[in-house]
């Protein structure tokens, strides 16, 4: 086996660089996206059926905030998940991207590595 390789899929270790920090990034990003609207389902908006009733799935209540921005809890939701699909695929991207790493590393950790001696 042979040195690990600084570029991946034919491309030279500076663009591959640059696709990984792009990647990273909206990774980054989308994932702020998700603590956000994660944060609003929970705190902001009351979990239940838009509120209505203490007793039903639990509502608290026909006083709390139905609305944040002109959306419910459940258009939040849908929100949420979209940015949970992306992310999961930005995440697949990220694994791809760093596979040779990944490979180099359990080469390294299982002792599959050729040492010089």
């Given at each position: 086996m042979g040195a690990c390789r600084l570029y991946?899929?034919?491309?030279d270790a500076m663009k591959q660089a640059t696709l990984n920090f792009i990647v990273d990034l909206i990774g980054f990003c989308n994932l702020l996206g998700l603590a956000i609207?994660?944060?609003i389902m929970k705190w902001i908006l009351p979990p239940g059926s838009a509120g209505q009733g203490r007793g039903f799935r639990g509502g608290r209540g026909a006083t709390e905030i139905k609305y944040l921005w002109s959306m419910t809890r459940h258009e939040w939701g849908a929100i949420h998940f979209y940015l949970a699909v992306l992310?999961?695929?930005?995440?697949?991207?990220?694994?791809?991207?760093?596979?040779?790493?990944?490979k180099c590393c359990f080469k390294s950790l299982l002792g599959f590595s050729r040492k010089a001696s």
């Open positions: 991946y899929f034919g491309v609207t994660g944060c992310f999961v695929s930005l995440m697949i991207a990220h694994v791809v991207l760093h596979w040779t790493w990944i």
